[in-house]
């Protein structure tokens, strides 16, 4: 079995298109920033109630995804997986691209983005924010020696403890990403630990579905080989992780149920919470986690492209609604801070919040960064096999 | 080719001359009328304020804002008060960092931008007791 | 010798003097110190707090408080900021017991931990405390991340959501950072009360510095029974309450 790689083409009128397409997105980001830097954020829906908004829910996506993203590629140098092996430099490419998005959102709604610097040269060590600095500047420097590893035949040898490296690197990483709201011990919706390993299980789940998109999607517009023996591994595969975060999230809203503390606030996102309800039941649990276990699980549409493709868009509109109940809806709830009391004036009640479209615009936006970032790399490097037909990727696969 | 390299570098060297051109700005109403007294508030030299000014600011601040040391000394409200010119028409102070004002005529020549006035007050005290 | 006497040897030897002038008639107890005193950087010997009475202090004068403070550090007036995106540095609380039905009014500021939850999260070493206790924002190292207000368990942070202009002197203010109450530092550090604390013409509010023995604010904590909000997170504030 010898895997050759090959870059895009990109000459095709449908490359181009892509590219300017997501350029439009990427200039309206642009454009949404200047707005909203040039005359502060109260032109956005964000508030001192509601602190953050759309964009920590896009950025925030964007970085548990990438987490994710990188599965694949220790799947095969960690766990020997000789499938996913081919699939291993895209995994990779597709990690960064993800981060590099989800970055440039959360940079990008800082109050004071030209004051990046300061962020990287004053550290105070007991905030989980500088940790989480440090680990996403450690997964670009480990990822990319891992796809070097990969890349360099001569060092090829080191690919998996290099795999090895990078996948407890993300596991730290997608730890403390949770722990940004694990650790806050004043706000009810979150302080729970509980929160670090769901949000684990949620990278798997948002990150192998965007690495199918971009899988389906390059090898269809490359017009390249793409057997069902991947394909239909990574679909079962998401399929159980989508069952996992449901899991996750059953358990941490039973347990938070059986706190008489956190009954307020539990009460409000799964019973009489308004739109913050209805965003769970209907598009949390039933668009992005009951439909696409359906479609990736019933019998009549294994194996079917265009139910999987649907079932990955669906956890990934899935996701980012979680992350908006998380973020938003949390704050949204008052804290608790006189038990025992009712607050009648000054403080309390539902904070309201519009997204506003220039937040929305800037997370599309980091979206857009991501995915320009894969089109143009898969065209400059090698990242894709010319083929991964069955006989290829796979000689062993029985159909 | 040569004629081009040759501009060019008349072009280099003036710059050069630009800068060393030490042109008369309004040092600001206090700063005026120290200097027409004959007294030298900058003991130091100007040389020194002009090339430090910007240690002396940062050293001062953290001093004062995390352990609350209040001295006069490198005080950036000096700085404002001291240097700080009134329009003649309206008798109001204008912003120290308004174009043409004192900070802002070294500041735009050398392209370093100013960060003190997105919070700090840019004009004399006004009372508030 | 004198510029290396230290601030408690100080304290001692002025302290004769300056107990004298402590305590004003209206009960609001000033500390006032020589004017050089704020030559020497701030200690751990002090540790400034409040002590709120919430049966004395009347809906009027909490009002009176927030105008105050709004007055001497100038927010309060942004033009473009709405409903929950205006500043806020002190507010009016009214609560009601849930069993009892008593209903108490009180104002709710930066409670100056001692253990503060927004320094702890700031990555960038912005939200900071004082030795003497006092909670601050650097203004020039805050990015405006907000994760301090993310954590903070009052409320008690605002981020400024518009340009600003024609500050305080005393206190710079602007678009993009986090501020909060300061306990009108640069009072406290002339030897002032803060603001707020000022405007009450009654012993309702009261400052001073929690570890001295001879302070109102030490001996009147020492009979009364008083509390912390959120008590539970171990934060062990500043600010006190009685009468909640």
């Given at each position: 079995m010898n895997i050759r790689y090959e870059e895009?083409?990109?000459?095709?009128?449908?490359?181009?298109?892509?590219?300017?397409?997501?350029?439009?997105?990427?200039?309206?980001?642009?454009?949404?920033?200047?707005?909203?830097?040039?005359?502060?954020?109260?032109?956005?829906?964000?508030?001192?109630?509601?602190?953050?908004?759309?964009?920590?829910?896009?950025?925030?996506?964007?970085?548990?995804?990438?987490?994710?993203?990188?599965?694949v590629a220790?799947?095969a140098s960690?766990?020997q997986k000789k499938l996913y092996k081919p699939l291993s430099r895209l995994s990779g490419l597709?990690?960064?691209?993800?981060?590099?998005?989800?970055?440039?959102?959360?940079?990008?709604?800082?109050?004071?983005?030209?004051?990046?610097?300061?962020?990287?040269?004053?550290?105070?060590?007991?905030?989980?924010?500088?940790?989480?600095?440090?680990?996403?500047?450690?997964?670009?420097?480990?990822?990319?020696?891992?796809l070097?590893m990969m890349f360099e035949r001569?060092?090829n040898?080191?690919t998996?403890?290099?795999?090895?490296?990078?996948?407890?690197?993300?596991?730290?990483?997608?730890?403390?990403?949770?722990?940004?709201?694990?650790?806050?011990?004043?706000?009810?919706?979150?302080?729970?630990?509980?929160?670090?390993?769901?949000?684990?299980?949620?990278?798997?789940?948002?990150?192998?579905?965007?690495?199918?998109?971009?899988l389906?999607?390059s090898y269809?517009?490359t017009?390249r080989p793409l057997g069902?023996a991947v394909?239909?591994?990574?679909?079962?595969?998401?399929?159980?992780?989508?069952?996992?975060?449901?899991?996750?999230?059953?358990?941490?809203?039973?347990?938070?149920?059986?706190?008489?503390?956190?009954?307020?606030?539990?009460?409000?996102?799964?019973?009489?919470?308004?739109?913050?309800?209805?965003?769970?039941?209907?598009?949390?649990?039933?668009?992005?986690?009951?439909?696409?276990?359906?479609?990736?699980?019933?019998?009549?549409?294994?194996?079917?492209?265009?139910?999987?493709?649907?079932?990955?868009?669906?956890?990934?509109?899935?996701?980012?609604?979680?992350?908006?109940?998380?973020?938003?809806?949390?704050?949204?709830?008052?804290?608790?801070?006189?038990?025992?009391?009712?607050?009648?004036?000054?403080?309390?009640?539902?904070?309201?919040?519009?997204?506003?479209?220039?937040?929305?615009?800037?997370?599309?936006?980091?979206?857009?960064?991501?995915?320009?970032?894969?089109?143009?790399?898969v065209?400059?490097l090698p990242f894709l096999p010319e083929s991964l037909a069955d006989e290829v990727a796979d000689p062993h696969h029985?159909? | 080719?040569?004629?081009?390299?040759?501009?060019?570098?008349?072009?280099?060297?003036?710059?050069?001359?630009?800068?060393?051109?030490?042109?008369?700005?309004?040092?600001?109403?206090?700063?005026?009328?120290?200097?027409?007294?004959?007294?030298?508030?900058?003991?130091?030299?100007?040389?020194?304020?002009?090339?430090?000014?910007?240690?002396?600011?940062?050293?001062?601040?953290?001093?004062?804002?995390?352990?609350?040391?209040?001295?006069?000394?490198?005080?950036?409200?000096?700085?404002?008060?001291?240097?700080?010119?009134?329009?003649?028409?309206?008798?109001?102070?204008?912003?120290?960092?308004?174009?043409?004002?004192?900070?802002?005529?070294?500041?735009?020549?050398?392209?370093?931008?100013?960060?003190?006035?997105?919070?700090?007050?840019?004009?004399?005290?006004?009372?508030?007791? | 010798?004198?510029?290396?006497?230290?601030?408690?040897?100080?304290?001692?030897?002025?302290?004769?003097?300056?107990?004298?002038?402590?305590?004003?008639?209206?009960?609001?107890?000033?500390?006032?110190?020589?004017?050089?005193?704020?030559?020497?950087?701030?200690?751990?010997?002090?540790?400034?707090?409040?002590?709120?009475?919430?049966?004395?202090?009347?809906?009027?004068?909490?009002?009176?408080?927030?105008?105050?403070?709004?007055?001497?550090?100038?927010?309060?007036?942004?033009?473009?900021?709405?409903?929950?995106?205006?500043?806020?540095?002190?507010?009016?609380?009214?609560?009601?017991?849930?069993?009892?039905?008593?209903?108490?009014?009180?104002?709710?500021?930066?409670?100056?931990?001692?253990?503060?939850?927004?320094?702890?999260?700031?990555?960038?070493?912005?939200?900071?405390?004082?030795?003497?206790?006092?909670?601050?924002?650097?203004?020039?190292?805050?990015?405006?991340?907000?994760?301090?207000?993310?954590?903070?368990?009052?409320?008690?942070?605002?981020?400024?959501?518009?340009?600003?202009?024609?500050?305080?002197?005393?206190?710079?203010?602007?678009?993009?950072?986090?501020?909060?109450?300061?306990?009108?530092?640069?009072?406290?550090?002339?030897?002032?009360?803060?603001?707020?604390?000022?405007?009450?013409?009654?012993?309702?509010?009261?400052?001073?510095?929690?570890?001295?023995?001879?302070?109102?604010?030490?001996?009147?904590?020492?009979?009364?029974?008083?509390?912390?909000?959120?008590?539970?997170?171990?934060?062990?504030?500043?600010?006190?309450?009685?009468?909640?």
């Amino acid at each position: 079995m010898n895997i050759r790689y090959e870059e895009t083409q990109g000459r095709s009128l449908g490359f181009y298109a892509l590219i300017a397409g997501l350029g439009v997105f990427i200039l309206a980001a642009l454009g949404a920033v200047l707005y909203m830097e040039h005359y502060g954020h109260y032109v956005t829906g964000m508030s001192n109630r509601i602190v953050w908004g759309m964009p920590h829910v896009f950025a925030l996506f964007l970085i548990v995804a990438a987490s994710g993203a990188l599965n694949v590629a220790s799947i095969a140098s960690v766990f020997q997986k000789k499938l996913y092996k081919p699939l291993s430099r895209l995994s990779g490419l597709v990690a960064l691209a993800l981060l590099a998005g989800g970055l440039m959102v959360l940079v990008l709604d800082l109050g004071r983005p030209d004051r990046l610097i300061v962020a990287m040269t004053e550290y105070n060590f007991k905030s989980i924010f500088a940790w989480n600095i440090i680990l996403y500047n450690g997964f670009f420097v480990i990822v990319a020696v891992y796809l070097w590893m990969m890349f360099e035949r001569r060092m090829n040898k080191f690919t998996s403890k290099a795999g090895l490296a990078a996948f407890s690197w993300r596991l730290i990483l997608t730890t403390g990403t949770g722990s940004i709201f694990g650790f806050l011990v004043a706000r009810q919706a979150y302080d729970a630990v509980i929160m670090a390993p769901m949000f684990i299980i949620m990278s798997f789940a948002f990150g192998l579905a965007f690495f199918i998109l971009i899988l389906m999607a390059s090898y269809k517009w490359t017009e390249r080989p793409l057997g069902d023996a991947v394909v239909n591994r990574l679909g079962s595969l998401l399929g159980v992780f989508v069952a996992a975060v449901m899991y996750f999230v059953a358990v941490k809203h039973l347990g938070n149920l059986y706190l008489a503390e956190n009954a307020g606030v539990e009460n409000f996102i799964l019973f009489d919470g308004g739109i913050y309800t209805q965003l769970f039941w209907y598009g949390q649990i039933i668009l992005g986690g009951l439909i696409p276990m359906a479609l990736i699980y019933h019998p009549a549409l294994r194996g079917n492209r265009s139910t999987l493709g649907l079932a990955s868009i669906l956890i990934l509109i899935g996701g980012v609604i979680q992350l908006y109940i998380i973020i938003v809806g949390g704050q949204a709830y008052p804290m608790e801070m006189f038990p025992g009391k009712e607050i009648l004036e000054g403080y309390g009640g539902i904070a309201a919040y519009t997204p506003s479209l220039p937040e929305i615009m800037l997370g599309i936006g980091g979206i857009a960064v991501s995915l320009i970032a894969v089109t143009l790399l898969v065209k400059f490097l090698p990242f894709l096999p010319e083929s991964l037909a069955d006989e290829v990727a796979d000689p062993h696969h029985k159909s | 080719m040569y004629r081009l390299v040759a501009i060019l570098m008349v072009l280099l060297v003036s710059n050069v001359f630009a800068h060393g051109h030490q042109e008369q700005h309004d040092l600001g109403e206090e700063a005026n009328s120290i200097k027409a007294s004959g007294k030298i508030f900058h003991t130091d030299g100007l040389d020194v304020i002009r090339k430090m000014h910007p240690e002396f600011l940062n050293h001062k601040r953290d001093k004062t804002l995390r352990e609350g040391v209040r001295t006069k000394e490198g005080s950036l409200k000096g700085c404002v008060n001291c240097h700080s010119t009134k329009d003649k028409k309206t008798n109001q102070y204008h912003p120290v960092n308004d174009q043409d004002q004192f900070c802002s005529t070294c500041h735009q020549q050398v392209s370093v931008s100013v960060d003190c006035f997105s919070c700090h007050r840019t004009t004399p005290r006004k009372g508030t007791k | 010798m004198s510029k290396t006497l230290n601030r408690r040897d100080f304290i001692k030897t002025s302290s004769a003097t300056t107990v004298g002038v402590a305590t004003i008639a209206s009960g609001i107890t000033l500390t006032s110190f020589a004017v050089n005193a704020n030559e020497n950087p701030v200690t751990k010997d002090k540790r400034w707090g409040m002590l709120v009475d919430t049966n004395k202090l009347t809906e009027v004068e909490i009002d009176g408080m927030v105008s105050a403070c709004q007055q001497e550090n100038g927010w309060g007036s942004e033009v473009h900021s709405t409903g929950d995106q205006k500043p806020t540095w002190v507010k009016k609380l009214k609560v009601q017991d849930k069993a009892t039905g008593k209903i108490t009014s009180l104002p709710l500021m930066c409670q100056h931990c001692e253990e503060p939850p927004c320094v702890d999260v700031c990555p960038t070493n912005a939200s900071m405390k004082r030795e003497d206790g006092i909670v601050l924002v650097d203004k020039h190292l805050c990015i405006g991340c907000r994760y301090c207000m993310m954590a903070c368990p009052y409320d008690a942070r605002s981020f400024v959501h518009e340009e600003l202009t024609d500050q305080r002197e005393h206190m710079p203010r602007g678009k993009g950072t986090v501020e909060s109450c300061t306990l009108c530092v640069h009072k406290v550090d002339n030897g002032e009360s803060p603001a707020c604390v000022a405007s009450v013409n009654s012993d309702a509010v009261i400052f001073g510095d929690l570890y001295d023995p001879k302070s109102n604010i030490n001996q009147t904590l020492k009979k009364v029974q008083s509390a912390q909000i959120r008590a539970d997170l171990d934060l062990n504030t500043g600010v006190r309450y009685s009468g909640i």
